[in-house]
């Protein structure tokens, strides 16, 4: 297990939902340089199950009363879509730092706004876009920025897995659960476009922008058969590379994820696995220069413990963000947006132009 450190960055985690049980409580329990100081749920008998399990330091009903703790530094938000902005704009003016579960809003106009606090309180603000914390894409990201040069064609895809659930309840914890949680009004998995869009585009145009940079343009097209659907996405970058994404939720078949990117001075194929195994991507980097292909073990594959330590060296240390910030989380809700009136109209959508909701 990593050594703590003896400065640790004392977290709050608001939600004790799913991605929180699966994810959050254990990454701060081990991460190196943070603890988990306060979980906060509304829920009384999914909150006091957690802290028994998790033993923080003091849990909360009330996420007022969780920003008003001095010894508070900064939270995770793991609650539904709808409510992250409000909540990281209530712990932005309680001057605590936050890490908030992708996507980062549902909103073009709610996500500026963010930004625009971010700003003027100077504090750090992270979305959880953990796979840039997957060691097989830090090493796809340091061959682009130090040796690939000019890129030529990025392809990304994301396919989710008709047998997903099987796979992940295998591996996870068994999710404990309450009646008394709070959800947004109505039902957030109705429309199906914009879930899926939410729930796994976001993931996608951020790994695509991590690698490529800017998207100034899509042009979108939807498959819907057999409860199927397939979204094929010509992308345009502003460094000139043709980009084309593939989100398709599910496939018939295995977790199908990955990304292949041509340069100057070399190429790179990449295989990303189910993230609930927490096993790097399998990335293979050619090395135009000695006609060699190189791939990195990447063994410590837990990215969202990995993801919470970097944004705690950001606070404590301020090592630069590696992270995607809030302007990265904007680009994301920006390019689903973009994707989704791309498809109503059937024409291309310039990000720059977009406004509304996914
Ligand atoms: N990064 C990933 O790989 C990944 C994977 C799965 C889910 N997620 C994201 O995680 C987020 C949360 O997902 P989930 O399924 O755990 O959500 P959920 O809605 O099931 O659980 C959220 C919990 O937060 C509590 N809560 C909400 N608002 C509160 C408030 N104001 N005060 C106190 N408690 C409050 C609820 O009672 C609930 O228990 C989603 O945005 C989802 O997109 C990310």
Not at 74 to 98: M, N, Y
Not at 161 to 179: F, W
Request: some cysteine; hydrophobic content about 40%; overall charge negative.
């Amino acid at each position: 297990m990593p050594k703590k450190e003896d400065r640790l960055l004392r977290v709050g985690v608001l939600g004790c939902g799913p991605i929180a049980q699966a994810a959050h409580f254990e990454s701060c329990t081990k991460a190196r340089n943070a603890e988990l100081y306060a979980i906060c749920d509304v829920a009384d008998d999914l909150r006091e199950r957690m802290a028994a399990t998790y033993a923080p330091r003091t849990s909360y009903d009330d996420y007022d009363r969780m920003l008003a703790d001095p010894e508070l530094e900064a939270v995770i938000i793991a609650t539904s879509d709808a409510f992250h902005v409000p909540a990281a704009r209530r712990a932005l003016e309680a001057g605590k730092h936050v890490l908030c579960e992708k996507p980062l809003g549902v909103t073009i106009e709610e996500t500026r706004e963010l930004a625009d606090l971010v700003k003027q309180t100077g504090l750090t603000l992270q979305v959880g876009h953990m796979k840039r914390f997957d060691p097989g894409l830090e090493a796809a990201k340091a061959f682009i920025d130090t040796e690939m040069g000019e890129l030529q064609a990025l392809k990304a895809w994301y396919c989710d897995s008709t047998h997903r659930y099987a796979m992940t309840d295998a591996v996870q914890p068994l999710m404990v659960t309450s009646r008394n949680v709070r959800k947004p009004s109505g039902d957030p998995k109705a429309d199906k476009r914009r879930y899926y869009m939410l729930a796994h585009g976001s993931h996608l145009l951020d790994t695509a922008r991590y690698f490529a940079g800017e998207i100034t343009e899509v042009s979108a097209r939807l498959s819907e058969r057999f409860g199927a659907y397939c979204w094929f996405v010509d992308v345009s970058f502003a460094n000139g590379t043709l980009g084309h994404l593939d989100l398709t939720v599910a496939i018939r078949g295995d977790w199908h994820e990955g990304f292949t990117i041509y340069g100057e001075h070399g190429s790179i194929f990449a295989r990303t696995l189910n993230p609930w195994y927490y096993k790097s991507s399998d990335v293979e980097i050619f090395h135009e220069k000695d006609a060699t292909t190189r791939r990195v073990l990447g063994a410590d594959g837990h990215f969202y413990r990995r993801q919470l330590e970097g944004f705690a060296d950001v606070i404590l240390h301020g090592k630069p963000q590696t992270g995607a910030d809030v302007i990265d989380g904007l680009a994301s809700v920006q390019g689903m947006v973009a994707i989704a009136r791309s498809v109503e109209t059937g024409k291309p959508v310039r990000l720059a132009d977009t406004t509304g909701a996914v």
